[in-house]
């Protein structure tokens, strides 16, 4: 049985060696559409946003959670990263009245034009090298409240604006234009940018890869983000398999 992604609040981000524990502790589990076996009767679309919308639930919208603008940072490439923040900022779009913007802040490896099917010519990179409102480099989607803002054409010779007062600024004038800002980020584990970005967010949620993300590398990257300051607001494990039937599952 495949699962997308839990969402872990344990301060230990407990990474599963590569045996799964006969009962898991996350708080939230859900599984990628791509992932899902197709079952008998098992509505692998519903499945998908029920997952989604407890992770923004648990993120942005319920226990009085006031974060507004959340990082979404692999700890190594090829973590599913993307996928993720694209899903939960979706699912944010359709079940909060605020506007939401996507950031594509990673510059090396942009992925969320083509998620979400359009162009990348215009975005963030721009924002740091041009003036004019932010709103202007940002993509309007659907729902009519979700915006991107893609890492733009420059992106590959702008790395380096990521750690700028100009990053703060436009992060500033992000806070005042829409209700809540979801970036997805570089992986932690080889750049220095997520935890720069980090500090100009409420707060970070970490995507691991079952039985590949290791505990040692969980741990260095979680360790790098409280020594600069840097609130950690869960742990995404991604692909995690549980060799039990679904419904003995559920009982868990």
């Known amino acids: 049985m495949s699962r997308n992604f839990e969402l872990l609040r344990q301060a230990q981000l407990r990474v599963p060696n590569s045996t799964p524990a006969p009962k898991p502790v996350p708080v939230m589990r859900g599984r990628a559409k ?17 997952e989604s919308l407890k992770l923004v639930q648990s993120v942005f919208l319920l226990n009085g959670a006031a974060h507004r603008v959340v990082l ?24 909060a009245t605020g506007a939401v913007c996507v950031v594509d802040a990673n510059f090396r490896t942009p992925s969320l034009p083509d998620s979400f099917g359009t162009s990348n010519h215009y975005g963030l990179s721009d924002a740091l090298r041009k003036d004019g409102p932010v709103r202007h480099f940002a993509k309007g989607l659907q729902p009519r409240n979700l915006w991107l803002l893609s890492c733009g054409s420059a992106a590959s010779t702008s790395t380096g604006l990521l750690n700028s007062e100009r990053m703060k600024s436009r992060v500033q004038e992000l806070r005042q234009e829409f209700d809540y800002v979801l970036f997805d980020a570089p992986p932690l584990g080889a750049y220095a940018d997520a935890i720069a970005l980090g500090q100009l967010a409420d707060g970070v949620v970490l995507v691991l890869e079952a039985h590949s993300t290791k505990r040692e590398a969980a741990a260095r990257v979680a360790e790098s983000l409280r020594g600069a300051n840097v609130k950690i607001l869960g742990a995404v494990l991604n692909k995690r398999t549980f060799p039990i039937p679904e419904p003995l599952y559920q009982l868990l």
């Not at 197709?38 to 998908?48: N, S, T, Y």
């Not at 979404?72 to 079940?95: D, P, Q, W």
Request: glycine share 10%; charged share 20%; hydrophobic share 45%.
């Open 34 to 50: 791509a992932n899902l076996p197709a079952a008998a009767g098992m509505d692998v679309e519903k499945i998908a946003r029920e």
């Open 72 to 95: 979404f940072a692999g700890v190594e490439s090829g973590n599913g990263c993307s996928r993720i923040c694209v899903e939960a900022a979706e699912a944010l779009a359709n079940n």
